[in-house]
């Protein structure tokens, strides 16, 4: 059967853009579909520094752009459009979207992560009138403001360090009983004065008016219950894997991620999967980029064997 595309690329963050550059170059007609921005997390990154080949870091937005860029110069095509299903012909295979319905021989899914979410009282009401979960996005409207930080891993450090350069005061909050940043971030807060750290520390719920005015915590260790004031809540607790679209395609682990062998290929032939998505997953950057090459190269395997 004649299809569309060769490749569709479900999802336009590093593992896609990687994945793109790499069919593309292949002569294999490609198409990413992205349902936001193109370069998925890598847009809300202010600063990355352990990406390789930047010595003095990178722009999250400005690697983004780099990789499509790239994709497109060999051949990539590029649509918006949020992925609504798959399925699995003999011959071919379709992605379902709200904007229509794409062939394909074969698919690769890097479709990324979504923030995950406190799950306490006032969390989605005060969604956006408070509470935020880009730091890039959002963090202008905090300048001279207090800003609370939910979670003290890579993301959340690295987002107070950056808030800390435009609010009055940053107060990360840690639920485990110390920082599961890397050292060096720790170290970088420990020294900004602007930022406090308090680990053991259970955020029970958002408060306010018309806005957040403060959150409700709990002392792990002696359970004592208190309330800061604040004006903003960056929540920054971790990741969930983007693929409610598959559920009926594809049996996912209890996290939601996909099951892969080696060459990132799923239980369905001509379907693979890279990046946040996939089981074991890192969730670091530089690994969804490995992820996106070595499934480019597993369906060109594929392609000229079927």
Known sequence: MNTDYDVII?????????????TSRARLRTLILEKESMGGELVNRELIENYPGFGEGVQGPELGA?????????????????????????????????EGRYTCRGIIITSGSLPRKLGVPGEEEYDHRGVFYCATCDGPMFADKTVAVAGAGDSGLTDALALARIASKVMVLEYLPAPKASK????RAQAEAKITIQCAT????????????????????????????????????????????????????????????????????GIFAAGDVREHSPMQISTAVGDGVCAAMALGRYLESN
């Open 184 to 187: 060096v971030l720790q170290e």
């Open 66 to 98: 780099g990789m499509a860029e790239q994709a497109m110069n060999f051949g990539a095509e590029f649509e918006y459009a949020e992925v609504a299903g798959i399925e699995v012909k003999a011959d071919h295979k379709v992605v379902v979207s709200e």
């Open 10 to 22: 479900i999802g336009g963050g590093p593992a896609g853009l990687a994945a793109a550059i790499y």
């Open 202 to 269: 259970k955020i029970e719920a958002v408060v306010g008016g018309e806005q957040m005015t403060g959150v409700e915590i709990e002392d792990r260790s002696t359970g004592e219950k208190r309330r800061l004031d604040a004006d903003g809540l960056l929540v920054r607790i971790g990741l969930i894997p983007n693929t409610q679209f598959l559920k009926g395609v594809l049996d996912l682990t209890p996290a939601g991620q996909i099951p892969v062998n080696e060459h990132m290929e799923t239980a369905i032939p």
